[in-house]
């Protein structure tokens, strides 16, 4: 009688036969019906096999059933391309051929634009491909195995290096390439470059920068290692999909030549990636061409204000502190280049030195027109002083004024109070006084009219100044809108 433990498996317990050893039984069925039984059942009190112990021996019969190769393919396609390999060697059969390196350049992000340094700082995705003579193999030796990834520093690698190159910071080591059948290499890894970039700020912040990513080998010529794309110009030249677009710079295009650079050493090829970027100006408008278009023109409203009033001085400094303010705080978001300044930097330079120049216009004026006050008050005082004193000898103003004595040849004869030389020589007096009053008012009367003239000659220049800065803003704009 036999008890089937499993059915969906074809095995069955039973009682072994009369003269049969349970050994040979055993060995008698599980040549009849396939791997042997390792464990003993255990029977629920219904007296079905328990699920635990059907599973442990499941998993028992499935490990016995399982081959176990002692040479996996994969392990012997590597040994069998690295067991020989020279990497020091160059992959090529024939000496004489070039080894064609493609190379293809993906722009990620913009990390930092140094203008005081003349750095770009870039996150870029390099590829590179090239083949390997010495790596290829036949798939269907191996399992149809048609791509397996070996350790970059266990074969020959072209030496190409970025000619701009300062400093390689942050960029992840990955070790391993993939190498398919035909000895094809595909080896593509992340970088971030610092390079050197002639950075132009001069038309900040409408600036447009073109900096350039030049790859090369640094010893084979291109008699040995050749350069070419692995995309089309055009492909390269428009494609943004891995660019981050939420930066302060925005990607234009990629555009890229090949050249022989001719050299004493030798004719090295190269291929030269341009990288196209223009600076969001939305953030700088606000907090820079706004206010100090603002200032300019409160700036220029203080010449509707009278040359003679005295808080025109007062209001001339407040701008002109308030201009220096703003240079500060300016001066952190504007770029610092030695080679070019911003057009916005030179255009406050020029309306500071207007309005030093019309405040110290200012001040002269005043000072100028506080004298003639002062000594026109002066000259009445001294007229009448002088006339009045009956008991001394009478002395013109003006000398009383100069504190210097007259001579006696000069003093005018005493003459007894309130006879009629002393009218006339009162009258005299008075006369002389309003002649000199009236000379000092002409005079007076050019200087202001002088000053008058330099003022509106200051607020012309400062007007055409301000619409030419305006001009020129909207003018980049809109070089920089159609760009």
Known sequence: MHISVFPQLGLELGAPKQGESEVA???????????ALLCAPDFSPLGYPSKKRSQLCFSEILAIDMPHPRNPALYRLTKQLLQKYHKAVRPVHD?????????????HAILDVDAQNQKLKTSIWYHEVWVDEFLSWNPSMFDEIREISLPLSDIWAPDIIINEFVDIEGSPDLPYVYVNSSGTIKNSKPIQV????????????FDIQNCSLTFSSVLHTVQDVDLAFLRSREDIKHDKKEFLNDSEWELLSVSSTYSILQSSA?????IQFNV???RRPLVYVVNLLIPSIFLMLVDLGSFYLPPTCRARIVFKTSVLVGYTVFRVNMSDEMPRSALSTPLIGVFFTVCMAFLVISLFKSILLVRFLHDEWSHGQEWPLLSLRGDT???????????QLAGVPEPPICREPQVQPGSLKEVWFQ???????????????????????????????????YAILLGLYTVTLCSLWALWGSS
């Open 25 to 35: 039984q055993s060995e008698v069925h599980r040549k009849s019906t396939g791997p």
């Open 95 to 107: 000496w004489t051929e070039a080894t064609t390196v493609y190379l293809d350049v993906f722009v």
């Open 194 to 205: 610092v390079s050197t970039c002639g950075l132009e700020t001069y038309a900040f912040p």
């Open 266 to 270: 030798g004719d090295f090829a190269q």
């Open 276 to 278: 196209v970027i223009r």
């Open 389 to 399: 004193d009956a008991d001394g000898p009478r002395m013109d103003p003006r000398a």
């Open 427 to 461: 009258l005299k007096s008075i006369s002389t006084y309003f002649q000199t009053w009236e000379q000092a008012d002409r005079k007076g009367v050019k200087w202001l009219a002088l000053l008058e003239r330099l003022d509106r000659l200051l607020f012309q220049a």
